[in-house]
C-alpha cells in the first residue's frame, strides 16, 4: 500500500510526475482519489467503518468505498476497481457527481465522487473495512450536522456537498 505509485498533479489537477504514496502523504503533494456513495432500493447509504490497520482515518466511518487513482489510471477507471476491491462489487453503474478541489482538509487530494445504487450483500475487504451497515440520509445529516467525530472529515465535506446537488426530501 505505501509503495503504490501515484500521479502527482498541478493545481489544475494536471499531472506533474509519479511518486510512491507514502512519499506523496508526507509532503503534502496534491493527488487523486476517488470516493463512492453507494445506495440501496430503500434510499439509505451504505458506509464503511475504516480497518484499525490503516495509516489514517483509523476506525472512522467513511463513504461506501474509496482510494487513489493509480499513477497513469483515470478517474473512471479508479472507481469501479475500488469497488470491487472494497465491497466485492464486480459490476455497479457508476454516475460522477461531483468533483472536490485539492486542498488541507481533503489530505490535498482531488476527489471525484460517484454513485452507485446496489442492495448487497457486500464482501468486504478486511484489510480496508472492519465493518459496515446501511444508514437513512436523515441520521447521517443528523451526524453530519454535530459534526461527528467517529465520521471522516473527507466524508463530512463530502456528503455537504451531496446535500447541496440532492437536498433531503422536502427540504
Not at 493509480?70 to 454516475?95: I, N, S, W
Not at 447521517?140 to 467525530?149: L, N, S, T
Amino acid at each position: 500500500m505505501s509503495n503504490e505509485l501515484l500521479d502527482v498533479v498541478d493545481e489544475l489537477d494536471c499531472i506533474l510526475e509519479q511518486r510512491p504514496r507514502q512519499e506523496i502523504h508526507a509532503t503534502g503533494r496534491r493527488h487523486r482519489a476517488v470516493h463512492i456513495l453507494v445506495f440501496n432500493d430503500r434510499d439509505q447509504l451504505f458506509l464503511q467503518k475504516r480497518s484499525m490497520l490503516k495509516d489514517l482515518n483509523k476506525g472512522l466511518w467513511d463513504t461506501s468505498a474509496a482510494g487513489h487513482v493509480d499513477a497513469g489510471e483515470t478517474y473512471a477507471d479508479c472507481a469501479p476497481r475500488e469497488l470491487e476491491e472494497e465491497l466485492g462489487v464486480a459490476a455497479a453503474d457508476l454516475k460522477a457527481l461531483f468533483k472536490l478541489e485539492a486542498c488541507p482538509e481533503l489530505g490535498m487530494e482531488f476527489i471525484q465522487v460517484y454513485q452507485a445504487q446496489h442492495n448487497g450483500p457486500f464482501q468486504l475487504a478486511a484489510d480496508e473495512i472492519d465493518e459496515g451497515g446501511w444508514f437513512p440520509p436523515t441520521a447521517i445529516d443528523d451526524r453530519v450536522a454535530k459534526d461527528d467525530p467517529t465520521m471522516t472529515e473527507t466524508f463530512k465535506i463530502i456528503w455537504r456537498r451531496y446535500r447541496q446537488i440532492v437536498p433531503p426530501a422536502g427540504g
